[in-house]
C-alpha cells in the first residue's frame, strides 16, 4: 500500500479479519482510516452512511468545508459503482457495499501535499433477488 | 481473493513482482487472465489497449459476442474512471493505467455460473503535468 | 423484418390487430418474442413490467445471466425514451408505452450468431396532463 | 440588460428591492417576465413550481407546445443547478432557489426574432444542514 | 401510420423500395419529409448531414429559429443512439444510419397543434470492423 | 454583491466598461478576481483559457492541491453551458464565452470559511454560423 488510494481500495476489499492490522499499518504512517458498511436501494442512504462514519470517526470536522470535500468524493465513488447513472432503487437495482475513507497526503512521504480524502464503495449490485448481483466497486479522491 | 471481480482488483492493484504469484492463483482456480498498461488523453485508446490484449491472450474469442460482451464491460470500467462523463483529452485530462482482464465464473466454485468477464482499469488522471494527477479505479462485469 | 431489431420494433410500432400476424411470422423464423403495455411516472415499473413478462413467457431463463443480459437492454431502451437523464417522476413527466422483447440471432439466417435479445420501448412522454406528451422510442440489444 | 438571458438572470440575481424596477424596464421593451421562489429537495417541485408560475402569469399559454417549450428550459437550467446529474434529494441534497421567466426575442431590437423563453434558477445546493451549502445558477433557453 | 412518430419511424426503418410510397402517403396528409444516409465515427457529422438535408429540402427555414428546433431533435434521436454517453469514435464505435425528418402536427387531424419536428436515426453501431455491429435507434421530437 | 458566486457572476455579465469599478469593490473587500475571454469548438481550450488565466494572475497558487480545484469549478461551470453532455465541437456547436474566477470567503464577513474558488462562464453557443446562437451561463464553486 504506498499510495493514498491504494489504502482506501485495500481496506474495503480485503476480508475483515485482516481489517485490524491493515489500519493499524495506515494509522502507523500517520492516516486516518474508517471501514463501514451500508445496503440499500435509496442511494441517499449511502450518501448518508459514509458521511456519518467519517464525521463521528472524526475523519472529517463538522464544518462545511470538510463536508464538501467528502460529499464529492462519495458521489464520484457513486459513479463507479453505478457506472453511467446515478440511481438505484429508481431502476430497479439495490446495493450491498463495504466502504472505506482514508485522510492524509497522496502519498505517504509528501506531507507537503497537505491533506486528501479517498472514499471506496465496494460490493455487489443487482436486483433485489437473492444472487442475481455482481461487484462494483468506486474511488473518489478529493482534496480537503 | 474469492470472487471474479477481486481476482481482477488485485491484479490491477498489487506490485508487478506480485503479478506471477497472483496469476498462477488465478490460473490455478480455472480462470483466464491477464494484466497490461496503457496512458493516453485519447479514451479510444484505453478501449483499443484493453480490447486488443484480450484478443491476443485469448481471453475473448474472435466473434462479435464476446467483443460486445468485453466493449460493454471497458466502457463501464471507464466510468469509475472518469466519474460522471466519458472524455479525457476533450476535457483537458489524462490517464495512466494499468489494466486486468479476468474470464471465469462470478464465484470459483459457481462453475454452473458460465463464463464472466472482469476488466480492471487502475492507475491515475490529471492535468498534462507531472504529479498533478491522482487515482482512479473502474470495474466492469459482464456475462459471456 | 430483416432483423432481429426490426423484428422488436415493428411489434412495438404496429396496431394491436396486426400483431398476431407479426408474431407469427417472427415464432415462424425461430424467434420468441412478446408484447406488452406499462404506464407510469415510476422508471422502476417500467424496468419490472418488461422483466416480469419475459420471464413468464419464457423469453429468458430464470438464472441470473440471462436476467443481467435483459436488465441492460431495458436501461439502453430506456435510454431512447429518456433522451439524456434516465428520470420520469422526478423530473414531472410520466410515460404510456408498449413493449416487446424479441429472443434469437441478429439475423435470421446466421444461426451461429447465438441468442440476443432485442427490447423495444414505444409510446409517449410528457406532462401528467391529457395530451400534453409526444412520442419516444428506445431500443437495446444485447447478447445472451 | 441587453437580452433575453441578461434580463432573466437579473432578475434571477437581483435583490428583492430592485425588482420592481427591473421588471418595469424589461416590460418597458415588450418583455413578459416574473420571479419568484422554490425550495425542495425534490426536483419535481421544482419544475412544477417554475411551470405554474408561468402558466399563472400567463408567459406561456395553456397549450402543449409552449409547455413542451418552458419544461425543456426549465430541464436545461437545472443542469446549470445539479452540475452533472439532474438529481436533489436521490443525493442527499436540496436547493433554496430564486428563479426567473423571461418571455420575448433574443434581443430588444429584433421582433423578426420571434419569441423565446429564459428560465433561470438562482440560489443554494446543498446538505439539508443550514449553512451547509453554496451557490448555484442555472439559464435555459428555449424558441416557443 | 397515424402519428408524425410513426411516420418518421416507419420512413427511416422500411426497406429503399418501400420509401416512394411511404413519401407519397406521408406528403399526401400535408407533411413534408425526407430519407438519407449517413456513416460516420464523427458524431458530428451525423447532425451535419440531418441539418444539410433538412435545409435542402426544405423542411426548415434557413433560420436559427428552426435551426435550433432541428438540433434539438437531432440530439435527442442521438441519445437513442448512443444510450448513455454522446460519443462515438472517443469510445471506438462508428454508425451506419438512416435518417429521416418529417415536418408537421403531431396528428394528421389536428392542424392546431402546429408544425413539429420528427427525427430518427436507425442503423447499426459497433467496433470499427465489419460485422462487429448491432442495431439501434433513435427519435428526437420538437416543436418548431 | 453580497456573496462569492454573485461577485463571479456580476463579473461575467456586466459589460466591458463597468469592470474596473466591479473590480475595485471585488478586491476592496478582500478577494481576488479575474476577468477574461474564450471562443472555440474545442472544450479543453475552454478549460486551458480559464486556468491558464487563474495561474498567470495568482488566483491559484501553483500546486496540484488548487489545480486540482480550480478544474473542478470549471468542469462544473461547463455542466451549465452544456447542459447535459460536456462536448461541443463533437456535437456541432461552438462558445464564445466571458470567464470569471473569485478566490475568497462564500461571504465577505466570514473569513473564518476559508478560501472558496467561483468559476462563471457567461456567452452563448450555438452553430458555427454567425447568429445561430443564444445565451448560457455556468457556476462552479469549489474548496480551496
Redesign the interface.
Known sequence: M?????MA??LA?E?EEKVPELMAEVEGRGYRALRGKVGSM???KV??AV?TAAKRQGLVTGG??E???L??AV??A???V??????L?????TVGLTFSVVRGP?FPDEKS??A?L?VVLYGTI??P?K?????????????L
Open positions: 504506498k499510495t493514498l488510494g491504494q481500495l485495500f476489499l476480508e435509496n442511494m441517499e450518501v448518508a458521511e462545511y468545508r463536508e464538501h470535500a460529499y464529492h458521489l464520484e457513486l459513479n463507479g453505478c457506472r453511467g447513472q446515478l440511481a432503487g429508481d431502476v430497479l437495482r497522496r501535499d497537505g486528501w479517498a443487482g436486483a433477488i444472487g442475481f448481483e455482481h461487484e462494483v466497486i468506486g474511488l473518489g479522491l478529493n482534496h
